[in-house]
């Protein structure tokens, strides 16, 4: 893990966002270039199971995310990062980078979670159906799939974040 010889910022594109959950000094509304958020990991434990998985967010390549940049004293940092390990590397399916993101004071170095497109975990593109099927389904240690989808939008629309791929799913899956 590369650690800056300053503060440094984290870049949320999901949960992070509305639960961090470690100790920030900053909050930012940021965007990434280059990647978008996007329901293209298998979820094997907390959204689903190994024999019937649901599907969680990834920040895949291509487009651009809007999210949220928050920013972490130095001293803290080393802390921060691992307890990020922790809970975002449970099964090696991101690959965390320093990627550039834009808040509106200029352009910073952030650490975000990508996912990995190697990892037995990712989905690639899915029709509507095959990600419906598997949003439906999808029970695991932390609830249905489907509670996890409309919790998301539900936040990303508290922060004025749109994401009409995400609500045209939802919409989709509750109606299935």
Known sequence: MQFPDDDIWIFGYGSLMWRPEFPHTDFQPALLRGYHRA????SVKYRGTRQCPGLVLGLDRGGSCRGRAMRVERAKARDVLEYLH??????RVYRP???PVQIPTGTVQAYAFTVDRDHEQYTGKLSDEAAIKLVRQGR????PCLDYLQSTIQHLDELGIPDGPLHRLARLAEEA
């Open 86 to 91: 922790e809970r975002e590397m449970t099964h």
């Open 140 to 143: 695991g240690q932390g609830g």
């Open 39 to 42: 329901l293209c990991v298998y």
């Open 97 to 99: 980078k320093w990627l």
